[in-house]
């Protein structure tokens, strides 16, 4: 009998994940009318990055080692999005007079500054950042998101320790 959890189906839990962590976001933008932020957008960067290498690493379905060098891979994007919803949270608890002022968009801002300064400009934080436009059930979207991430990290972990002799 096959064993109803394997290394290969954690990988495309992971997967998954971040697959329904991103339609959800774009469902929100696109019929929901919930522009991204430039903090949001580089949270789908850390869920798109993750749900690649989770992707990879199930297809590609390696031994121990393997399974360990795609997870730490797949943790380190999800630490990422999660220091990244972090700061989000931070920004959106700020008392009103300390939130930072509004700054030029994203796209304004790659086409005209080197990345350095962007990432700068970026997590200093805007004023369209700290701005709390949806919850569900009193949780926002970065603090959803950080949930998310946190998941995501759980899978890593127990997709490296997974027994070896159960990689089907």
Known sequence: MTALLTPRRLGLAGFIM???AMASALYLQHF???D???LCTFQRVGFVSAGLIFLVGALHNPGIIGRRIYAALAGICALYGAAVAGRHIWLQNLPAD????CGPGLDY??????????LAMVFSGSGECADIDWTF??????E????????????T????????HQNA
């Open 32 to 34: 929901g009318g919930l």
């Open 98 to 101: 300390k939130v930072p002022e």
């Open 157 to 164: 972990i127990a997709w490296a320790v997974w027994p070896a």
């Open 137 to 142: 059930l009193g949780i926002t979207l970065p």
């Open 144 to 155: 959803l998101a950080l949930l998310g991430f946190a998941a995501l990290l759980v899978t």
């Open 18 to 20: 971040c697959v329904f």
């Open 109 to 118: 801002m790659l086409d005209v500054f080197p990345m350095r300064d962007v």
């Open 36 to 38: 991204p932020c430039p």
